[in-house]
């Protein structure tokens, strides 16, 4: 068996495990529509940022959170698959850890971009205008933060033995990432503090790449959120692709 078809099969069974729970596609849907239109809905007519409707100002942010949760929980499966025992039956083949890993991620940013896509015709509703380039730039910020969030979610999840232990560690790393990306809020005037927490989490510059090619607003240039998200993918890929090799 080739490297590539090794790859092609295990992202091949994520996707036949994707289909088969439909279930998942509209529980991850649920939280950001939630954010959106309860708590953007319910400020958005009395809030205005940068003449702005709020509403729309977090929809970038509510994007990236869509990014954000579907692909670090994504390793979970990682745990599951090692209880039943289907992660050990993996290992054990003839094929690299580096193509287990690689075909993993897929599967996981596949899901990702699948629902990301979801959200991104939601902004329809909200009224944001789409021109083809913007669509296809938005596209692509969500696409490289979701290979660098599957990457650190299946990182965790071989190192973790339980959904339990798992879910813990998750949640304590999901929502710090997603609060201090400048979801919620614009990047200017912050407390140092805040500002210095926003800078050193990755989420910050899908959040304002994504809100600079669908808004116009940003705080970066489009290039710098673009080339610290491609940093921030590499590195999970190196470091996910170590700890896979060292998984038992």
Known sequence: MSVFEAIYGIWLREFKVFRREKSRVITSLFTPLLWIFGFGGGLGPNVSI??????????????????LFTSV??????VWDRKIDILKEILVAPISRTAIFVGKMLGGITDSMIQGTIMLLIGVALGVSFTPVATLLALLFLLVLAIGLVSLGLMLGSVLTSPESFGTIVSFLVFPLFFFSGALYPLENLPPWLMLLTYIDPV?????????????TSRFPVLVDLLILVAFAFTMIEIGTVFFKRMQ
Request: glycine fraction near 14%; charge should be neutral.
């Open 50 to 67: 940068k003449d702005v409707n709020y509403q729309v100002f977090i929809y970038p942010g509510i994007l990236a959170m869509s990014i």
């Open 73 to 78: 929980f994504f390793g979970v499966y990682i």
């Open 204 to 216: 910050t510059y899908g959040v304002d790449g994504i809100r600079a090619v669908l808004l116009g």
